[in-house]
């Protein structure tokens, strides 16, 4: 190979190379307290996952006829791959509920799972993604890593089962 046919090919590759990071799906970790939005924004996979679920129809009904108030706290990580996989669906579903009576705060973990050390001590998060599902300020259940159904029939379960026990 000649000299300029090695330098053009160097070129290329240098520039393949510096592209990459530039158009990369994601920008880098969030940690802490994001919204729905910031998290599809930042990172393109979750937003072409959100866009592309169809949530289970008998779990929006379900969740849409809820008459009590609901605190979700979603742990995640842009980095982890369970959860593009999972909290996509999620956020679709949560959005296509749209009710007052659940508040969602989605906190983004760093990749040790060390950050933000507050939320993650209050709640003991040990996996991620990791979903807290509180209601009237106590814990009824939680979803960690990998939904046993879609992840909006988990939810549906662990409301259903706490409905069950304080009948």
């Known amino acids: 190979m000649n000299s300029a046919r090695l330098m053009i090919l160097s070129v290329i590759i240098l520039f393949g190379v510096m592209i990459i990071p530039a158009t990369g799906q994601s920008k880098g970790n ?3 307290p994001v919204t729905a939005e910031e998290i599809t ?24 006829s809820q ?14 791959r369970e959860s593009k996989k999972y909290i996509p669906g999620l956020i679709k579903t ?5 009710s007052d009576l659940i508040e969602v705060t989605y906190i983004g973990v760093d990749e040790q799972k060390k950050y933000p050390e507050s939320f993650l001590n209050k709640f003991d ?10 209601k009237g300020g106590f ?6 890593e990998k939904p ?3 992840i909006e029939s988990d939810l549906v379960q662990i409301l259903k089962r706490h409905k069950g026990q304080s009948d």
Not at 94 to 98: A, F, I, P, S, V
Not at 125 to 134: A, G, Q
Request: charged letters at 30%; aromatic letters at 14%.
């Open 125 to 134: 998060i040990k996996y991620i993604p990791t979903v807290v599902v509180l």
């Open 148 to 150: 046993q159904k879609p």
């Open 30 to 32: 969030q940690i802490g």
């Open 41 to 64: 924004d930042h990172d393109r996979i979750f937003s072409i996952y959100v866009d592309r679920y169809d949530p289970d129809g008998e779990a929006i009904e379900y969740l849409s």
């Open 139 to 144: 814990e009824i259940g939680r979803i960690e």
């Open 94 to 98: 949560l959005k296509m509920l749209d």
């Open 67 to 80: 008459e009590d108030s609901l605190v979700l706290y979603i742990f995640f990580g842009n980095w982890c």
